[in-house]
């Protein structure tokens, strides 16, 4: 087995293991069970669980905006830009149960990624919701006055909440499609001129 191979094999137990354990009940043992690789395998790749924690999220983010741009590259109109960027989020939150756990509820409990972590991922997921702003700004059809990096966090942050409720809920309670599009739609009417 190559090593990229392995490299991913252990990533995708680890996020099994954090969502089902906790990343603190979670043991590099148990990780290493998972993904049928001896212990010290693992720490052939990484440091220890905190930075197995801190990968994952990085290959996972990489993954979703390189989706995002994707999905969004040949829509001209801002504000269509913007709905399917909303649908995606809450779409791979709802696809994919187990990475979502660990991204919002998991993550946030390590401390060291709380403390000291900063992720050029991030900051070019929060670029892709200022780029749609921007462009709109451009073609005349969102208000000036809006900082875009700004309302890009105001943006992420309301997606953000919406993806712990869906994460936390014992039963799901909404369409995501249908509520994507109702956030967008709010924003939306928030940044057209009048």
Not at 82 to 89: R, S
Not at 152 to 166: K, M, P, W
């Amino acid at each position: 087995m190559r090593g990229e191979e392995k490299y991913r094999m252990i990533l995708n137990a680890a996020k099994h293991v954090f969502a089902m354990e906790g990343f603190y009940n979670s043991k590099v043992s148990e990780i290493a069970r998972e993904a049928h690789v001896a212990d010290g395998t693992i720490y052939l790749y990484f440091k220890n669980k905190d930075d197995i924690l801190i990968s994952l999220f990085e290959e996972e983010l990489n993954r979703i905006i390189i989706t995002v741009k994707s999905k969004i590259e040949n829509i001209e109109d801002p504000r269509e830009k913007l709905i399917v960027f909303c649908d995606n989020h809450l779409n791979m939150v709802e696809s994919d149960r187990a990475l979502a756990e660990v991204i919002q509820v998991e993550l946030r409990q390590s401390n060291k990624f709380m403390r000291e972590y900063k992720n050029k991922h991030f900051l070019a997921y929060l670029n892709i919701i200022a780029d749609i702003i921007a462009q709109g700004q451009e073609q005349g059809i969102f208000r000036l006055d809006v900082k875009p990096d700004i309302f890009a966090r105001v943006i992420f942050g309301s997606l953000d909440e919406l993806s712990t409720y869906l994460v936390t809920a014992r039963r799901k309670r909404f369409d995501v499609h249908e509520v994507a599009t109702m956030v967008g739609n709010s924003f939306i009417n928030g940044l057209v001129k009048r």
